[in-house]
């Protein structure tokens, strides 16, 4: 009876140990190890320089013929000059980008640069090739109305997480041993061509092309939706007791 | 075979298996803000419920987890379209009386609605919305209170206290009402701050008395504590409960989150749930309770359980595949079908032909037979 008491009571104090251990591993851990985070940083274009923008896009209006630009990357948690677009000021600049679009007189022009990163960022994926856009909007829309015009963007709970669809999942990733990326070298930028520039060009789609394709499953979808709904109207319907 | 093997035997289902149907369907809503699937999750536990439910009182209370889901889904589209700038896009609805806020604080009154923002609300809305209706179906087809009874002894206390304080809250609300009644054949008014006042003393001094009553008769029927368990041994089993708990919730955190490192998921969940076995097994040898007819764990149980933790996993494995079809990359596009998830979800709808019908006495009485005895 005493040895088993013995035991028992050994037996307890190294399970608390190895509970306190757990625990203290799990939450000192988590504090660690994540030194970074994944997210699209947002940048103004002033004086042929980036500046990492003090402020939220939708909090934020751009003037007409400024550029905005977007990159997507690891940013360690105290950094705070965050992660430029690699892109070449001199060569994708207002013109460049803006030359061919028309406003009207309520309307201005914002240059949009969209850096999707590097493939050391891409998660098992090749990130798609940096682009351009002018943004043809009303005279008082925010950043992000502007870059809403050129590109899709998921927000989660007000948070930009995605462009186009990149990353498909996730915001503000924890990235663990994050280290900050300086020096890079400019990549080429696709720029609009001249006579595709569009009026308010709302983001290409390209799954809703073909129509048809996506349309009947969806059709299906929503008939099984119906069908169960009316189904579990018909049998509470039955019971009429609730 | 057994009859309670059979999904045609008539017998109450195992709560527990509800509970973990649910929670399966639940987890599969976390993970996505498609409206297709969501709302599939949505009209598959309306049509379980409906196929399924009991005449038990909290039976009802589907329909009014179905409310509070559509006014979760008011409020957020009212929070975050009328009231934050934080998610407008280019597609102008129409344009409120604007009142100027300072706007780095993200809050607007008034100003632009845009599709985009309307949009975004509704699908996350509809998410939250759709696990508080798992929550409801959980609730309904396998109540909280049956579910009570198959705490682990080593809980003992907290469960017996719970169903105590779930069969006395009714109770409270009738009080209320009488105390009130009396109050009103005085000539009192029962409205306003003064009112609540007089109706607290009463009704607390009701329950009060009440609660002595019933820890007498309980104490002269022998549910009083008789275990002749050692200090260290009690601390360590609660310690270990405790300890493994907290692993379960930071487990699930982790794996539902979807963002934290990955060994806070999954490894974290494992060992929550082995720790709090241990405990709850040691504590559980102290006592030795009678349980008054025990629901079984048969086949039927099974395949209710298989199914919710089908959904889930399908619905994880989309994620993993094509993360683009359940995190939509704009909300104005039309929604693609992940089909992978959506035939996961159906696969849940199974408990409404599998799990067993109920016995004559708990079904929902139809309408002919009231009418039979309103004849004679």
Not at chain 2, 12 to 41: C, D, E, M
Not at chain 2, 220 to 248: E, H, I, K, M, P
Request: charged share 15%; aromatic share 8%.
């Amino acid at each position: 009876m005493a040895s088993s008491t013995t035991l028992r009571r050994s037996a307890g104090v190294l399970i608390s140990l190895f509970v306190a251990v757990f625990v203290a591993a799990g939450f000192s851990g988590t504090a660690h190890a994540v030194d970074g985070y994944k997210f699209w940083n947002y940048f103004h274009a002033t004086d042929g320089a980036w500046a990492f923008s003090q402020k939220g896009a939708s909090a934020y209006e751009p003037a007409d013929g400024t550029i905005e630009g977007y990159r997507f990357g690891t940013t360690t948690a105290n950094d705070t000059d965050g992660l430029p677009p690699r892109a070449d000021l001199a060569e994708v600049n207002f013109e460049t980008i803006c030359g061919a679009a028309e406003a009207d007189v309520d309307q201005k022009r914002v240059g949009v640069v969209i850096d999707y990163g590097t493939e050391a960022d891409a998660e098992d994926t090749t990130p798609p090739a940096p682009r351009a856009e002018c943004a043809v909007v009303d005279a008082d829309a925010n950043g992000l109305q502007v870059l809403q015009a050129v590109a899709n963007v998921r927000i989660e709970n007000s948070f930009s997480c995605a462009i186009d669809g990149y990353p498909a999942q996730g915001c503000g990733t924890p990235v663990a041993d994050a280290t900050d990326t300086t020096g890079e070298q400019p990549v080429a930028f696709e720029l609009p061509a001249d006579e595709t520039v569009e009026e308010t060009a709302p983001a290409a789609d390209p799954a809703g092309d073909d129509g048809n394709d996506l349309l009947f499953p969806l059709v299906l979808a929503g008939v099984v939706v119906v069908a169960l709904g009316a189904g579990a109207f018909a049998l509470n319907r039955r019971n009429p007791d609730a | 075979m057994r009859p309670q093997h059979l999904v045609t035997f008539p017998r109450n289902l195992h709560p527990g298996a509800w509970w973990l149907w649910a929670l399966g369907l639940a987890a599969a809503a976390s993970r996505t803000q498609n409206p297709v699937p969501l709302l599939l999750i949505l009209v598959v536990t309306g049509f379980v419920v409906a196929a399924r439910r009991s005449n038990a009182p909290w039976a009802k209370s589907y329909g009014a987890f179905l409310k509070l889901a559509l006014i979760v889904i008011a409020i957020r589209i009212v929070f975050q379209a009328v009231l934050s700038s934080g998610s407008q896009g280019p597609t102008v609805l129409f344009t409120l009386p604007e009142i100027p806020v300072p706007s780095d604080t993200g809050i607007k009154l008034g100003g632009i609605i845009s599709l985009e923002a309307v949009l975004r609300a509704f699908y996350e809305g509809l998410q939250l919305a759709t696990i508080l209706c798992c929550i409801g179906a959980a609730n309904s087809l396998g109540s909280a209170r049956r579910l009570l009874r198959y705490v682990p002894g080593a809980l003992y206390e907290i469960g017996v206290a719970c169903v105590i304080a779930l069969t006395f809250a009714p109770q409270l609300v009738t009080d209320a009402g009488r105390v009130r009644a009396a109050h009103r054949l005085r000539g009192q008014t029962s409205r306003g701050l003064g009112s609540l006042k007089r109706l607290a003393m009463p009704v607390l001094e009701g329950a009060l008395d009440r609660s002595i009553e019933l820890a007498a008769a309980m104490d002269s029927r022998g549910y009083g504590r008789t275990t002749d368990a050692g200090r260290v041994s009690r601390r360590v089993t609660g310690l270990l409960v405790f300890g493994g708990l907290l692993g379960v919730c930071v487990g699930v955190y982790g794996l539902l989150a979807g963002t934290s490192a990955g060994w806070v998921g999954l490894p974290m969940l494992l060992g929550g749930c082995l720790l709090a076995a241990v405990g709850m097994f040691f504590g559980g040898r102290r006592t030795g309770r009678t349980k008054y007819r025990p629901d079984p764990w048969a086949l039927p149980e099974w395949l209710v359980t298989g199914t919710g933790l089908a959904a889930a996993v399908t619905m994880f494995v989309a994620v993993e595949r094509t993360p683009a079809d359940l995190f939509l990359a704009s909300v104005t596009q039309v929604p693609p079908v992940p089909l992978l998830a959506c035939a996961g979800i159906l696969i849940a709808i199974a408990p409404a032909f599998l799990a067993p019908p109920l016995p004559r006495s708990d079904r929902p009485q139809t309408a002919q037979p009231q009418q039979l005895e309103v004849a004679a």
